[in-house]
C-alpha cells in the first residue's frame, strides 16, 4: 500500500516561471492537506481539500497560489510567477474520513528553489 | 497568532535517559492532538495521539500526556535511543474533519 507520493522532489524555478507540485494521497484517502515549512521553521498550513472541494484555504497567499483536488488525479498546488521567498519545502499529507486517530499522512515533500 | 507553541527550540539528552518534549496551546476547541517526528530532507511521520477525553496514551517507548485545564502536552520517550535525534512537531486540530495546526517544532539530540 503506497504511502502519500509527491513528485518532484526536487523543483527549481526561475523567478517568474510557474511551480505545479503533485501529490497522490494514499489508496482511500479522501482528505488532501498542502503544509510549507521555510529554513528554520515550521510547517505552516496552506489549504485543505476534499475531492473537487476546497474546505479550508485560510492558509494560502491570497495571489499567485492555488490549489485543486480533482475527482480523478492528484492534488495539484500551483504558484504562479515564483518569487524568491516562494523558495521552501511543500509537503501534503492525506487522511481518510472518520479516521480515529485523527493523523494525517505525510509525504517526502517537493523542495523548491527560486533561482 | 501561534495556537500551537513549543517553546523549546532544542533539547539533548543522554541515551537511555527520559526525553520531555513540550507544547501548549491556546484554543480550547482542539480535540485531537498528534506528535509528529522529522528527519531532515524526509516528511513528517505520525508518532502518536490523543484525544481530548483522555489524558495519557502510550505507545511502546512514547508517551503522550494531556493537561487539557492547563491547554498542556507533552511527550515523553524513555528510553532515548540515538535514532530518535530528529525534530519533533507537536500539532492540534479541532476535530476529525478539521486542518492540522503545527508548533515549531523542537530539535532533539541523543547524545552519546
Known amino acids: 500500500n503506497a504511502g502519500v507520493m509527491q513528485n518532484p522532489r526536487h523543483l527549481v524555478r526561475r523567478r517568474g516561471q510557474e511551480a505545479r507540485l503533485r501529490c497522490s494521497p494514499m489508496?482511500?484517502?479522501?482528505?488532501v492537506y498542502w503544509y510549507r515549512q521555510l529554513p528554520e521553521e515550521g510547517l505552516k498550513f496552506m489549504v485543505y481539500?476534499?475531492?473537487?472541494?476546497?474546505?479550508?484555504e485560510s492558509g494560502m497567499p491570497k495571489e499567485r497560489f492555488s490549489a485543486e483536488f480533482p475527482k480523478e488525479g492528484p492534488s495539484i498546488l500551483r504558484i504562479q510567477q515564483v518569487v524568491r521567498g516562494d523558495s521552501a519545502a511543500y509537503f501534503c499529507?492525506?487522511?481518510?474520513?472518520?479516521?480515529?486517530?485523527?493523523?494525517?499522512?505525510f509525504g517526502q515533500g517537493t523542495r523548491l528553489t527560486v533561482v | 497568532d501561534q495556537q500551537v507553541k513549543q517553546n523549546s527550540p532544542s533539547l539533548s539528552v543522554q541515551e537511555g535517559r527520559i526525553s520531555i518534549l513540550n507544547c501548549d496551546y491556546t484554543?480550547?476547541?482542539?480535540?485531537?492532538f498528534l506528535w509528529y517526528k522529522k528527519y531532515p530532507a524526509e516528511g513528517p511521520t505520525f508518532l502518536i495521539s490523543?484525544?481530548?477525553?483522555?489524558d495519557k496514551n502510550e505507545d511502546g517507548r512514547f508517551t503522550v500526556f494531556l493537561n487539557k485545564s492547563a491547554k498542556h502536552l507533552s511527550l515523553h520517550i524513555v528510553p532515548s535511543q540515538p535514532g530518535d535525534s530528529a525534530v519533533y512537531f507537536c500539532?492540534?486540530?479541532?476535530?476529525?474533519?478539521?486542518?492540522?495546526?503545527f508548533g515549531k517544532g523542537t530539535r532533539l539530540h541523543i547524545l552519546p
Open positions: 499529507a492525506s487522511s481518510g474520513a472518520g479516521t480515529w486517530g485523527a493523523e494525517a499522512f
Open positions: 489508496k482511500g484517502h479522501s482528505h
Open positions: 481539500l476534499q475531492k473537487e472541494n476546497i474546505i479550508d
Open positions: 484554543n480550547s476547541m482542539f480535540d485531537y
Open positions: 490523543i484525544s481530548s477525553i483522555k
Open positions: 500539532a492540534a486540530r479541532a476535530n476529525r474533519d478539521d486542518k492540522i495546526i
